[in-house]
């Protein structure tokens, strides 16, 4: 062994949560080392290499908005864009982007390797290193030693990764990678508790094998759309992607082949996503249904490998070869690389604190798959706050964290950290309460000066930023103050509008609130001048949705009341008399730092929040407060 070097903060792995993790501690002024398994995989997509869809898109306009890099990279690597349910109102739409992979990979390799603070190196950890309870440094399977005061775990699906491929199974990360193997038992020495999960992934075929007349072509949007507030991209080249469906004899052969399936004979032992089945798993759990859509997805444009989204499997080769067989445009598919599940270790997650440090050591923060979620934006996300709050340890500076009423990251740590998971956790619109106001397209609105308060968000990125926001207010202003009367010329622009005439005075403030009015015809019609279409999409949500944003804010403030009563973290739950059994058990192990937050655990009910108030009453009557 020997002393390799000193760093602020280390991380451990450099997926999407690690690369996030990485910029944002070094970004923030902290000397940072990002160690990877191998410096060619770096943020890899061992999935389909997309980004976004539904919450997923949220959470990368958030990032952004704080001064992240996911969104600004996926915007440079996109071959297709697309705006996923339009027919819905704005707290749902969602963008979505497929990524060419490696070029994914080339240009956040480039980011994180020219980052000032920040050092890459390709090492395997084996060992976290501490000392009365607080992080040291951490060992290296070659014997290097790394001092640091915080470590920030980012292994994915690597930590005592095993692949499974029908009878095979063998040690081993995503894409024939190693796993980290020692890495597992070290935390356990240091008290971590571990959970077993599953994931897995679709076979990749070759597109040259595929014909696409018998599929359905899902295009990209003709309007060109960015991720990242800082993007100039105007115009796309857009590559398709395409439908096609399983069907009887689909199904038929799967289920002949359940008896060789690693899910069902046991070979399989971690709990997989319920909200991302593997084929097998609808076709048994799904049986009425006749089809399941699947989409075939280029991984890159320099590659014929296509992505088959919605058919993960464990099953066999030649049953994979056989099943994909029986799909249209797919009867002389050849495979590239066959499915395969992976089954890893990761953290139970309600051993973190909401700011991703977990409780037992000092210094020791986890983010991504390794706290028992899936998706690279979910990672992302996690990795962006453990880096943020790694870099304010490091400065002696009170933890960052976001609540649920202000972002979809506050909506995601809060779950994992006061409910746990047990299952792969997946980001959902349904999961956020007070989505009306958390919105992809008012992230920047809600986030921008928090990042720019952390130092993330540089000078152009702020200027751009309040130079909309002020568009918006006075495009707000103005609205207010032009005031209309039914006259004759008027009627007539109603007319011209489609609009019912009026019948008495109005403003065009008001006049925007009807459903076929929008700022292009205000402008048309009376003189406005055109809004860039970011200001006018925030004037229109703004005034068309008025009254149901305010009672979503209303909502918000009682919610605030709940959060303000603090719960210090000494308490010790056994001692308060009323509290049901599971309600000490689940609020002593959990520690929430305000009645909202124990209000959120599962297991405790009503009754014991009335105990917990009546509590805290009392101690502030005692302490004179």
Same mark, same amino acid.
Request: aromatic letters at 6%; proline letters at 4%; a neutral charge.
């Given at each position: 062994?020997? +002393?390799?070097?000193?760093?602020?903060?280390?991380?451990?792995? =450099?997926?999407?949560?690690?690369?996030?993790?990485?910029?944002?501690? =070094?970004?923030?002024?902290?000397?940072?080392?990002?160690?990877?398994? +191998?410096?060619?995989?770096?943020?890899?997509?061992?999935?389909?290499?997309?980004?976004?869809?539904?919450?997923?898109?949220?959470?990368?306009?958030?990032?952004?908005?704080?001064?992240?890099?996911?969104?600004?990279?996926?915007?440079?690597?996109?071959?297709?864009?697309?705006?996923?349910?339009?027919?819905?109102?704005?707290?749902?739409?969602?963008?979505?982007?497929?990524?060419?992979?490696?070029?994914?990979?080339?240009?956040?390799?480039?980011?994180?390797?020219?980052?000032?603070?920040?050092?890459?190196?390709?090492?395997?950890?084996?060992?976290?290193?501490?000392?009365?309870?607080?992080?040291?440094?951490?060992?290296?399977?070659?014997?290097?030693?790394?001092?640091?005061?915080?470590?920030?775990? =980012?292994?994915?699906?690597?930590?005592?990764?095993?692949?499974?491929?029908?009878?095979?199974a063998y040690p081993g990360g995503p894409n024939g990678q190693r796993a980290a193997i020692q890495l597992s038992r070290s935390l356990q020495e240091i008290g971590i508790e571990l959970m077993r999960f599953k994931t897995g992934t679709p076979a990749r075929v070759d597109k040259r094998s595929l014909d696409f007349s018998k599929m359905k072509i899902q295009p990209g949007d003709d309007e060109a759309r960015n991720f990242s507030f800082m993007s100039e991209c105007k115009t796309r080249e857009q590559t398709p992607c395409w439908l096609t469906y399983t069907n009887a004899r689909t199904h038929e052969i799967i289920r002949a082949n359940l008896h060789r399936a690693p899910l069902y004979t046991g070979l399989i032992e971690g709990t997989g996503p319920r909200y991302c089945p593997s084929i097998e798993d609808k076709v048994v759990r799904f049986a009425e249904k006749e089809a399941h859509q699947l989409f075939i997805e280029p991984e890159g444009l320099d590659t014929n490998e296509m992505y088959v989204q919605g058919m993960s499997t464990s099953l066999p080769v030649d049953v994979q070869q056989a099943f994909l067989s029986t799909i249209a445009?797919?009867?002389?598919?050849?495979?590239?690389?066959?499915?395969?599940?992976?089954?890893?270790?990761?953290?139970?997650?309600?051993?973190?604190?909401?700011?991703?440090?977990?409780?037992?050591?000092?210094?020791?923060?986890?983010?991504?798959?390794? +706290?028992?979620?899936?998706?690279?934006?979910?990672?992302?996300?996690?990795?962006?706050?453990?880096?943020?709050?790694?870099?304010?340890?490091?400065?002696?500076?009170?933890?960052?964290?976001?609540?649920?009423?202000?972002?979809?990251?506050?909506?995601?740590?809060?779950?994992?950290?006061?409910?746990?998971?047990?299952?792969?956790?997946?980001?959902?619109?349904?999961?956020?309460?007070?989505?009306?106001?958390?919105?992809?397209?008012?992230?920047?609105?809600?986030?921008?000066?928090?990042?720019?308060?952390?130092?993330?968000? +540089?000078?152009?990125?702020?200027?751009?930023?309040?130079?909309?926001?002020?568009?918006?207010? =006075?495009?707000?202003?103005?609205?207010?103050?032009?005031?209309?009367?039914?006259?004759?010329?008027?009627?007539?622009?109603?007319?011209?509008?489609?609009?019912?005439?009026?019948?008495?005075?109005?403003?065009?403030?008001?006049?925007?609130?009807?459903?076929?009015?929008?700022?292009?015809?205000?402008?048309?019609?009376?003189?406005?001048?055109?809004?860039?279409?970011?200001?006018?999409?925030?004037?229109?949500?703004?005034?068309?949705?008025?009254?149901?944003?305010?009672?979503?804010?209303?909502?918000?403030?009682?919610?605030?009341?709940?959060?303000?009563?603090?719960?210090?973290?000494?308490?010790?739950?056994?001692?308060?008399?009323?509290?049901?059994?599971?309600?000490?058990?689940?609020?002593?192990?959990?520690?929430?730092?305000?009645?909202?937050?124990?209000?959120?655990?599962?297991?405790?009910?009503?009754?014991?929040?009335?105990?917990?108030?009546?509590?805290?009453?009392?101690?502030?009557?005692?302490?004179?407060?």
């Amino acid at each position: 062994m020997f +002393n390799a070097g000193k760093y602020d903060v280390v991380v451990v792995g =450099a997926g999407h949560a690690g690369c996030e993790a990485a910029l944002a501690a =070094a970004r923030m002024g902290v000397t940072t080392l990002l160690a990877t398994l +191998n410096l060619d995989n770096i943020a890899l997509m061992p999935c389909n290499p997309a980004v976004g869809g539904p919450a997923k898109g949220h959470l990368v306009r958030e990032i952004d908005a704080l001064g992240g890099e996911m969104g600004l990279n996926t915007d440079k690597t996109c071959i297709q864009m697309r705006m996923l349910n339009t027919g819905k109102g704005p707290a749902v739409h969602a963008l979505r982007a497929q990524s060419d992979k490696k070029f994914y990979q080339n240009m956040m390799k480039h980011t994180v390797e020219n980052q000032d603070n920040l050092e890459v190196k390709q090492v395997l950890v084996d060992a976290i290193l501490t000392r009365s309870g607080r992080i040291t440094g951490v060992q290296t399977e070659t014997g290097e030693i790394y001092e640091c005061q915080c470590v920030i775990l =980012a292994t994915g699906t690597y930590l005592r990764g095993k692949i499974i491929l029908g009878e095979l199974a063998y040690p081993g990360g995503p894409n024939g990678q190693r796993a980290a193997i020692q890495l597992s038992r070290s935390l356990q020495e240091i008290g971590i508790e571990l959970m077993r999960f599953k994931t897995g992934t679709p076979a990749r075929v070759d597109k040259r094998s595929l014909d696409f007349s018998k599929m359905k072509i899902q295009p990209g949007d003709d309007e060109a759309r960015n991720f990242s507030f800082m993007s100039e991209c105007k115009t796309r080249e857009q590559t398709p992607c395409w439908l096609t469906y399983t069907n009887a004899r689909t199904h038929e052969i799967i289920r002949a082949n359940l008896h060789r399936a690693p899910l069902y004979t046991g070979l399989i032992e971690g709990t997989g996503p319920r909200y991302c089945p593997s084929i097998e798993d609808k076709v048994v759990r799904f049986a009425e249904k006749e089809a399941h859509q699947l989409f075939i997805e280029p991984e890159g444009l320099d590659t014929n490998e296509m992505y088959v989204q919605g058919m993960s499997t464990s099953l066999p080769v030649d049953v994979q070869q056989a099943f994909l067989s029986t799909i249209a445009g797919m009867e002389n598919v050849r495979i590239m690389r066959p499915g395969y599940a992976i089954e890893y270790d990761c953290l139970d997650p309600t051993q973190l604190k909401p700011s991703l440090e977990t409780k037992q050591v000092s210094g020791l923060f986890s983010a991504g798959q390794a +706290n028992g979620t899936s998706g690279y934006e979910e990672a992302a996300a996690q990795g962006l706050m453990a880096g943020i709050n790694a870099a304010l340890r490091i400065k002696g500076k009170e933890p960052f964290i976001l609540s649920r009423s202000e972002a979809y990251i506050g909506v995601l740590i809060d779950d994992l950290v006061t409910k746990g998971t047990n299952e792969p956790y997946r980001i959902m619109t349904s999961r956020a309460e007070y989505r009306l106001i958390l919105r992809q397209d008012n992230a920047d609105l809600r986030l921008t000066e928090k990042g720019r308060q952390l130092g993330l968000v +540089n000078d152009e990125r702020y200027n751009r930023f309040t130079a909309k926001r002020e568009a918006i207010a =006075a495009a707000m202003t103005k609205l207010r103050e032009i005031f209309i009367t039914p006259n004759r010329d008027v009627q007539v622009k109603m007319q011209a509008m489609n609009s019912a005439e009026l019948r008495s005075g109005i403003s065009l403030y008001d006049l925007l609130r009807r459903t076929e009015v929008n700022c292009k015809l205000l402008t048309e019609h009376f003189g406005l001048e055109p809004l860039p279409p970011e200001v006018q999409e925030q004037v229109e949500i703004a005034v068309k949705y008025e009254g149901y944003i305010n009672k979503q804010i209303e909502q918000v403030e009682r919610f605030a009341k709940l959060e303000a009563k603090r719960l210090p973290e000494t308490i010790n739950y056994e001692t308060i008399s009323g509290l049901a059994l599971e309600a000490r058990q689940k609020l002593n192990k959990i520690k929430p730092l305000s009645i909202g937050q124990a209000a959120r655990i599962s297991g405790v009910s009503p009754a014991d929040i009335s105990i917990l108030m009546i509590y805290l009453e009392q101690q502030r009557r005692r302490e004179g407060i």
